[in-house]
């Protein structure tokens, strides 16, 4: 019988919500150390940490044939045309994560909003981040989560719908319409 491989995105499917998926993935990166006191609590660089390995777990699954397309293209100059990045003109940063590329290149704004990371639509962390924000707007309109969710850093590919999609599974926000 051959064991499968752990996956991340298999234990993160399993939780309610972005903050625990960070939480918890910050705790097992820590260094195990049997001397050190055991806090529960994180620091905001060890979630941060969590937050750059989880999207890059998630890109490297969502985005396969894609990753090997910005490699060429880092070598070529072109991307393939028959990658689903194409129009955003995509690159690896510094921490491996696909990031949009583009014209804002020159601007004042801080780079991860000029440059948000890619995730695709369909994964369970973009669902449990779609939840994240549309909580913390306070179950405003699809507008007000998507302006959020990319001021944040992030660009998930088909946004739009992915926001309606959940805005219209919403309890809540049934109710108020």
């Given at each position: 019988m051959v064991k499968e491989p752990f996956r991340l995105t298999d234990c993160i499917s399993r939780l309610s919500s972005w903050t625990k998926a960070v939480g918890v993935v910050s705790y097992l990166k820590r260094p195990f150390n049997k001397n050190k006191p055991k806090t529960v609590a994180t620091t905001v660089a060890e979630r941060q940490h969590a937050e750059r390995h989880i999207f890059k777990e998630i890109q490297r699954t969502g985005f396969k044939n894609e990753i090997i397309s910005i490699s060429q293209k880092e070598q070529n100059g072109k991307i393939s045309r028959q990658s689903s990045l194409q129009k955003l003109?995509?690159?690896?940063?510094?921490?491996?994560?696909?990031?949009?590329?583009?014209?804002?290149?020159?601007?004042?704004?801080?780079?991860?909003?000029?440059?948000?990371?890619?995730?695709?639509?369909?994964?369970?962390?973009?669902?449990?981040?779609?939840?994240?924000?549309?909580?913390?707007?306070?179950?405003?309109?699809?507008?007000?989560?998507?302006?959020?969710?990319?001021?944040?850093?992030?660009?998930?590919?088909?946004?739009?719908?992915?926001?309606?999609?959940?805005?219209?599974?919403?309890?809540?926000?049934?109710?108020?319409?």
């Open positions: 003109d995509p690159f690896v940063d510094e921490q491996g994560l696909i990031r949009v590329g583009g014209s804002l290149e020159n601007s004042t704004l801080p780079f991860q909003v000029k440059h948000p990371v890619v995730l695709p639509r369909s994964s369970q962390v973009t669902n449990l981040i779609t939840d994240h924000f549309h909580n913390k707007v306070k179950h405003q309109e699809k507008g007000m989560i998507m302006n959020k969710i990319c001021s944040n850093g992030l660009w998930i590919l088909g946004l739009h719908a992915a926001v309606a999609s959940y805005i219209y599974k919403c309890v809540q926000c049934r109710r108020q319409r």
